[in-house]
C-alpha cells in the first residue's frame, strides 16, 4: 500500500498522510459523506490496526492498514447521462433511436450510415463516424472491416437491504484487497466438499470484493461487487450471472465486515446486475481516427468508464473538429500497435498487476 500510495501521490494525485498510531501522527480529516473538501487531497495511509478500527469499527479485527484516497466517490451515471444528452440537444443534436444495421464506405472514406427500427430504415448522408459501441465495439468494428484488439469480462453487482444497520450509512466505497476463503459453517463445508460441482467454492477468491451504500435518507440499500471470474467471454443481453454470484458476493462481504453474517441465508433474494468490461490486454482506451477515413473510436474504457468519460469525449472532439491535440493523444490511438517498442512492451505485460 505504501509503496502504490508514493507512486500514485508521485503523479500529481496530492500528498501522503501516514499514521503509525503515535502521537506525532498527524490530524484524520473526518469524511464526508456527501461533496468533498477541495482542499483536501491525496490520501491517508493507516498503518496502524487501531486506527483502522477506530475510524471503521465494523471491519474485520484482522485489518492491519487501510489507504484513505480522499478524492475518490461515485455519482449517477444515468444522471450524468441525462444530463449530456439534454446539452447536445440543445446545441442542436439530433437523437435516433435504433441498431445501427451497415456503413457504407466509398474511396474516400464514410458515406453514409443506415439505422434500423420498428418503423423501418434510416439512412444518414455523413462523412465521418463515430465508433461507441461499448461492450459491442468488435462487433461494431466489423462494419467497416475493423478487427479491434479488445475483449469483455462479465461484470455483477448486488443490492440488498441491511435493516440492522450494520454498515453506517455515511461510509465511502470500501474495497477488500486481500484474498480470502469465504466463511462457510463446518456442515457447509461438508457438503460443498462432497461435490466436484461445488468444492470450488472451499478455495481461496482473490481480492477486491468491494461495496458502499446506495441511496438517500432512509435507505437501507448496500451496493456489493465483486471480480473474482475474469474469464474473457461474449457479450449477450441481458447479462447471465452464476446462480451463486450473490451468495458469493454476500459471504465475501461477511469475510470483510463480519456482522453481516446475520444476513447469511436470510437476506432474501438479492438484486443482481451487472454488464461487461470493455478493455484492450494493457486497458488503455482507444480514441482517436481509424485507417478508414471519417471514421472514429471511443472505447475499451474498462473500470473506469465514467470517470474517463469527459476527458476521453473532449479528446475525440478535439479529433473530429481538427482543433489542437494534447501531448497524450498519441498514447490512445488505435495506431499505437504498429509500434515495435510497444508491441515489445505488451510482450512483458503483467496483465495481473491490476486494472490500470
Not at 150 to 155: S, Y
Not at 189 to 218: A, I, M, Q, Y
Request: with cysteine; hydrophobic share 40%; aromatic share 8%.
Amino acid at each position: 500500500m505504501e509503496r502504490v500510495a508514493k507512486e500514485i501521490s508521485a503523479l500529481g494525485a496530492g500528498p501522503i498522510r501516514t499514521h503509525r498510531g503515535g502521537p506525532e501522527d498527524p490530524s484524520y480529516p473526518a469524511c464526508r459523506p456527501r461533496g468533498f473538501d477541495t482542499g483536501l487531497s491525496g490520501a491517508e495511509l493507516v498503518l496502524d490496526p487501531g486506527t483502522v478500527r477506530k475510524q471503521y469499527p465494523f471491519i474485520k479485527e484482522t485489518a492491519i492498514a487501510m489507504l484513505h484516497v480522499r478524492r475518490c466517490g461515485w455519482l449517477s451515471a444515468q444522471q450524468l447521462g441525462m444530463y449530456l444528452l439534454q446539452q447536445a440537444k440543445g446545441a442542436g443534436a439530433q437523437f435516433l433511436m435504433g441498431r445501427v444495421s451497415g456503413v457504407s464506405v466509398g474511396k474516400g472514406g464514410i458515406e453514409s450510415v443506415q439505422v434500423s427500427n420498428e418503423k423501418g430504415r434510416t439512412e444518414i448522408s455523413t462523412r465521418s463516424l463515430v465508433i461507441a459501441a461499448g461492450p459491442l465495439l468488435k462487433q461494431a468494428g466489423t462494419l467497416i472491416g475493423m478487427d479491434f484488439p479488445v475483449f469483455n469480462e462479465l461484470h455483477g453487482k448486488i443490492a440488498f437491504n441491511d435493516p440492522q444497520g450494520v454498515i453506517p450509512r455515511d461510509v465511502p466505497l470500501m474495497i477488500w484487497t486481500d484474498p480470502m476463503k469465504l466463511p462457510w459453517t463446518e456442515e457447509e463445508r461438508e457438503v460443498l466438499e462432497g461435490s466436484d460441482k461445488t468444492r470450488w467454492l472451499l478455495e481461496e477468491f482473490p481480492s477486491g470484493v468491494h461495496f458502499r451504500p446506495e441511496g438517500g435518507e432512509g435507505s437501507q440499500t448496500i451496493l456489493a461487487l465483486w471480480t473474482y471470474d475474469i474469464k474473457p467471454q461474449e457479450p449477450v443481453w441481458p447479462p447471465v450471472f452464476d446462480p451463486e454470484y450473490a451468495e458469493i458476493v454476500l459471504r465475501g462481504m461477511a469475510g470483510m465486515v463480519p456482522g453481516l453474517s446475520v444476513y447469511l441465508g436470510k437476506a432474501g433474494k438479492p438484486f443482481v446486475d451487472g454488464g461487461y468490461y470493455c478493455k484492450t490486454q494493457e486497458n488503455r482506451p482507444l480514441i482517436g481516427p481509424l485507417p478508414v477515413k471519417g471514421a472514429f473510436v471511443i472505447g475499451a474504457l474498462s473500470g473506469f468508464g465514467i470517470m474517463a468519460s469527459m476527458a476521453a469525449g473532449e479528446l475525440l472532439g478535439n479529433h473530429l473538429s481538427g482543433s489542437v491535440l494534447p501531448d497524450y493523444a498519441p498514447a490512445f490511438l488505435l495506431s499505437r500497435y504498429e509500434d515495435s517498442e510497444y508491441k515489445k512492451l505488451l510482450a512483458s505485460w503483467d496483465a495481473t498487476s491490476g486494472q490500470l
